[in-house]
């Protein structure tokens, strides 16, 4: 019991015996012996716990031993010794210490001496019972700060009002017919009274059913006789103000362990939300960087086939990544930014450690994969880009390649054989000159081709430097051609030689052949070269480059006329040589005897070159118009670019300006943050059809904007940093005001933080430098000194809102430290109080106790995680309480 040393205050109807007794006379003898029997009970019910009882309460404590011995089993203290001597003097002697005591306790003794109590006297003996029943059962108990008799009458209304038939207004009457107590112990252990089978009509039933169970099942004596109750007109206040604080005791424990069990319940509903949090921040953040890791070697792999329709193919892979792959992981990357933020916020409020992630999880390790993998993304994409552009230039060098070989292979075949001929040997001397003639028109045919053969190898040579996917075969056909070149050289010499040798026999020569030859032979030259020109494709990006190429064909046509005149001038040269084999009838003088080129294939080729023409006007003009959709395109990206890349930028100022907390209430802040994020997927669309033109951009081969500063990659960075912007900064302002609601903390106070923090964080980051943050401190009144001292304290409090020792202050740590001292929260001393009480004091806990008192999931839960109890007087299945809650609030594997 507990022992205070206030006096009892009788000032609201409890008076002192003899006060009361002289204003209404003698006591009532229905009262007088419903308190003894009362008194004479709750006195046994204590003295048996030291082995003894009394049966007469005016005879056993005349000597006042049995007295001071009731007082110390009550009070937990020691008496003075008693006096063992059967004298009067000595009984008085021990009862005057026995009140002596009483009076120590703050309780004022009136008109009761030690005589009358060794005399016997029943009124004065009764009276100090019930002064003693006042202060060590009735006085301790309080409700709403009421004194002892309204706080236990305010308990046994509560406690009964759900219950028909039960209007406890006093301690008289209220109580009679039984059902107040019957409910007072239903409302506790339901399963002792089934309390719908009670009826008002039997009272006696009633009273015997309560006070029976009472003494069975909850150890509190028949201190009240059923009879007597119903019988007396008016029982006696104090005989059942003394049983029923005697129900207020023995359900005190029960409420103490449900409080205990709630706190307890409490901190592990805690403890195991964060527990969640942690497990789902782990998996989230394994997940995510596995990913990256599996991405990465795919955006950094440069290998291809080489081939144009390689690289378009990996191109519209990187799109579907951008489009399809990408966009769920910058989600997951916003919640798990947030769910570590909440984890936080919420251990700073349970007063638990902060969270560190697994080694290579933190929020800077994901933070620094994930601008890796961007950086990856914008090398992949620019390879992409550059590797078209380059087999494209590729693919036409290649169509080039073999343009030229062809017209030079058409040109060889048959050269090899005609050089090796001995035709020469049977020929007349008019046979024989026309065929050195001939030959050395072919010499000079030969040193034209000379120009086609070089730049058919350095053709071959740059596709090679280019790493063309068929470069194989490329050198294998430039091998052969240079090959038969060095042949024709080599053939082309011994001829010229053998020719020489045979000048001296034939020496006739046909002037006509001769200069048809000489001179059809360039103009063939100029034909296949033209020929060559009007189909060579061709790369440009702009209509620039498309409208010089229009005027130099312009001024090609131009030239035309003077072509058809040296065309008809070769070919009356023909016509002379006809003529003249009719006047005189040569034989064999058709046949030109140096040149293999005959009339019939100019007319062809130029034939072909009038066609070609107009061919090349048609393809010069497809292409300009081609170029100029390419502008319309450039001028449309630029546009929409040039509106949304602004509009972003003021987003994003927006949000910055409200995340600095400068507009008005948290709620308000959090109410505009909302806004702009539902302006922000309003505005989607735009960023939709700008990805659609881009799309047409990049299909068009279009490199280069002169248009716009803007390109799509970074809109595309833009946007994402405008949503986890705006993610981040409901997420704090959500965390702050949950330590607003949680500390108690009001907007003005909130206010005065934000603007100090602000004012010292000048360039608006979100963040203080360790000195910005003790300058903020002091300049709102926190004390830090300048010497060692001063620092010590200063490091001290930087560890507590810097935990992880990043360099800077953010304004939710702040915030949280400006709060945390001054409030009261759950601590480790205060979760081994409630696990002392469920376990009755013992230093260990059983599982049955844990199971009795907790719900089953967070008893089973402490069950898992309790150490065995490994201290004196261990039982089997003993569990360790006290290093479980220690752990609770520091650093385990919990």
């Not at 497990?279 to 599996?294: G, K, V």
């Not at 350095?458 to 068929?470: G, K, P, S």
């Not at 070269?529 to 131009?558: N, P, S, W, Y």
């Not at 005001?737 to 923090?757: C, M, P, V, W, Y």
Request: overall charge negative.
């Amino acid at each position: 019991m507990n022992s205070h040393s206030n006096d009892i205050d009788y000032s609201n109807g409890y008076m002192e015996p003899e006060e009361e007794w002289e204003r209404e006379g003698l006591l009532d003898p229905a009262w007088e012996k419903q308190q003894k029997k009362t008194f004479t009970a709750w006195c046994n019910s204590h003295l048996r716990k030291a082995g003894t009882a009394i049966e007469n309460i005016e005879e056993d404590f005349r000597n006042g031993l049995k007295l001071m011995l009731l007082l110390e089993v009550i009070s937990g203290e020691t008496l003075p010794k008693p006096d063992r001597g059967k004298m009067r003097f000595h009984k008085i002697a021990n009862v005057n210490k026995a009140l002596d005591f009483i009076a120590s306790k703050g309780v004022k003794l009136v008109s009761i001496g030690a005589e009358e109590i060794v005399d016997g006297n029943l009124k004065m003996t009764l009276g100090m019972i019930w002064t003693i029943i006042l202060r060590f059962a009735i006085q301790d108990i309080s409700v709403e700060e009421m004194t002892a008799k309204e706080g236990l009458l305010l308990w046994c209304q509560r406690k009964t009002a759900p219950y028909k038939n039960v209007n406890v207004q006093n301690f008289h009457l209220s109580f009679k017919d039984g059902l107040a107590f019957c409910a007072l112990i239903h409302r506790h252990r339901p399963d002792l009274i089934d309390y719908h089978k009670l009826s008002k009509d039997n009272p006696l039933q009633n009273l015997n059913t309560a006070f029976d169970v009472a003494e069975k099942y909850l150890d509190i004596p028949r201190m009240l006789d059923p009879e007597d109750l119903i019988n007396t007109p008016k029982p006696d206040e104090r005989a059942i103000m003394t049983y029923v604080s005697c129900y207020y005791h023995a359900f005190q424990g029960a409420q103490q362990a449900e409080t205990a069990a709630n706190r307890i319940c409490k901190v592990l509903k805690v403890n195991q939300e964060n527990e969640r949090l942690m497990e789902e921040y782990e998996r989230l953040a394994s997940d995510l960087l596995e990913w990256i890791r599996r991405t990465l070697p795919w955006l950094q792999s440069r290998q291809a086939d080489n081939s144009l329709s390689g690289v378009q193919k990996r191109l519209e892979e990187y799109r579907t990544y951008r489009r399809k792959h990408k966009p769920p992981r910058v989600e997951q990357k916003a919640k798990l930014e947030t769910n570590f933020n909440t984890l936080q916020t919420k251990l700073r409020l349970s007063n638990r450690p902060a969270y560190m992630p697994t080694e290579g999880k933190m929020v800077s390790d994901i933070a620094n994969a994930w601008k890796g993998l961007e950086q990856s993304e914008k090398s992949f994409e620019d390879w992409l880009l550059s590797e078209m552009m380059r087999l494209e230039r590729l693919e036409h060098l290649a169509q080039k390649f073999k343009a030229k070989a062809d017209t030079h292979e058409d040109w060889t075949r048959g050269k090899e054989e005609m050089l090796q001929s001995s035709d020469f040997r049977q020929c007349k001397l008019n046979d024989l000159k026309a065929l050195k003639k001939k030959h050395e028109a072919f010499e000079s045919d030969l040193a034209a081709h000379q120009d086609r053969v070089e730049q058919i190898a350095a053709i071959a040579h740059e596709l090679n430097t280019l790493e063309y996917h068929d470069s194989t075969s490329v050198n294998i056909r430039c091998q052969r051609i240079c090959d038969q070149w060095d042949r024709l050289g080599s053939l082309t010499q011994k001829r010229r030689t053998d020719l020489d040798d045979a000048e001296k026999i034939l020496e006739k020569i046909d002037i006509l052949h001769l200069e048809f030859a000489k001179r059809a032979a360039p103009f063939n030259n100029w034909l296949d070269g033209t020929r060559e020109d009007l189909v060579d494709m061709f790369i440009v990006h702009t209509v620039e480059e498309i409208q010089g190429l229009i005027d130099a064909h312009g001024q090609f046509k131009a030239t035309l006329s003077d072509a058809d005149k040296e065309y008809n001038s070769i070919i009356g040269l023909v016509k002379d040589v006809e003529s003249t084999v009719q006047k005189y009838q040569i034989p064999g003088g058709l046949q030109n005897p140096y040149t293999t080129l005959t009339s019939s294939d100019l007319s062809k080729k130029w034939s072909e070159v009038k066609h070609l023409v107009p061919q090349r006007d048609t393809t010069l003009q497809a292409e300009l118009r081609k170029q100029q959709n390419n502008e319309m395109l450039r001028r449309q990206f630029a546009e929409k670019s040039n509106q949304v890349g602004p509009w972003i930028e003021r987003q994003m100022d927006a949000v910055t300006a409200i995340g600095m907390g400068l507009q008005g209430s948290l709620e308000d802040q959090l109410h505009q943050l909302k806004q702009y994020e539902q302006n922000v997927f309003a505005y989607k669309p735009h960023i939709e059809e700008l990805e659609k033109i881009h799309q047409a951009v990049q299909e068009g081969m279009i490199f280069e904007n002169r248009y716009t500063q803007y390109t799509m990659e970074t809109l595309r960075v833009g946007w994402e940093q405008l949503l986890t912007s705006i993610n981040r900064n409901v997420n704090e302002v959500e965390n702050q005001i949950l330590t607003r609601d949680s500390k108690g903390i009001t907007q003005e106070q909130l206010n005065e933080f934000r603007a100090s923090f602000n004012h010292f964080d000048k360039n608006r980051t979100g963040r203080l430098a360790p000195e910005e943050f003790k300058s903020c401190l002091v300049s709102i009144g926190y004390s830090i000194g300048k010497d060692r001292q001063g620092e010590i304290d200063f490091q001290r409090i930087l560890a507590v809102v810097d935990p992880n020792s990043t360099g800077y202050v953010h304004f939710d740590a702040f915030l949280d430290f400006m709060t945390r001292e001054s409030t009261d929260t759950d601590t480790a001393e205060q979760v081994i109080d409630s696990f002392r009480i469920l376990a009755g004091d013992k230093p260990y806990i059983l599982s049955d106790e844990l199971r009795r008192e907790l719900p089953p999931d967070q008893a089973e839960y402490c069950i898992q995680r309790m150490a065995p109890y490994k201290g004196v007087n261990a039982v089997p299945g003993a569990l360790d309480y006290m290093s479980f809650s220690t752990a609770l609030y520091g650093e385990s594997d919990l």
